[in-house]
């Protein structure tokens, strides 16, 4: 058995038009609709072969609303009353009104800048709270403390970076700490 598509009729919010019409996805389409249309009140949804909808079209001909298309029907009666011969389950009331439109901005390579220079500037107040908190200065070299040993060890426990990056950054760490960069003007490589 093929899938039908359904037909449904929509009450515009705005003008009190009926759109009778035809979708595989109601909801979408109606939001769709509400977008570009007008807000709507779906009325009811008929599961059935396209030819119905152009017999649907064919019946309520003499309230078609011409500057809305082929769709649109003036609500003088008769689309009411064919409604209130479908059964029960294929009618009801669910209003589609556009929500809030989102703001999607890409940032600016400025501000991109600004966040990058930002985040170095928090990972030097955090290299300098470390040191202070093991009372030296934050360009004294890693070897040359215990405790950023054990920091450094612990940093690289936590990362995923393989055994091997781990065993390289080991040997350059113990050679000259990250602490020690922004004195030198050294780039740290990751
Ligand atoms: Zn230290």
């Not at 029907?73 to 009104?97: H, K, M, Y």
């Not at 703001?103 to 966040?115: F, G, I, L, P, Y």
């Not at 070299?141 to 080991?170: F, G, N, V, Y």
């Amino acid at each position: 058995m093929r899938a039908l598509e359904a037909i449904y009729i929509a009450r515009g919010l705005t003008s009190g038009l009926l759109k009778i019409g035809r979708t595989w996805n109601v909801p979408s389409r109606l939001r769709a609709l509400a977008r570009t249309a007008e807000p709507v009140e779906l009325l009811a949804t008929v599961a059935a072969p396209p030819s119905f909808e152009r017999e649907l079209h064919r019946r309520f001909a003499a309230a078609l609303e011409p500057s809305r298309g082929r769709e649109w029907f003036r609500d003088d009666g008769a689309i009411r009353a064919f409604l209130a011969t479908l059964p029960e389950a294929q009618r009801g009331s669910c209003v589609f009104a556009p929500g809030p439109k989102r703001k999607v901005r890409r940032r600016t390579d400025a501000e991109r800048e600004a966040s990058r220079r930002a985040a170095t500037e928090r990972y030097y107040a955090h290299v300098a709270s470390v040191a202070r908190s093991h009372g030296h200065a934050p360009t004294l070299p890693l070897r040359d403390c215990p405790k950023c040993l054990a920091h450094w060890e612990a940093h690289l426990a936590r990362s995923r970076k393989s055994e091997a990056t781990r065993a390289a950054r080991r040997a350059a760490s113990a050679l000259l700490y990250p602490l020690h960069h922004r004195a030198t003007g050294a780039r740290e490589t990751a």
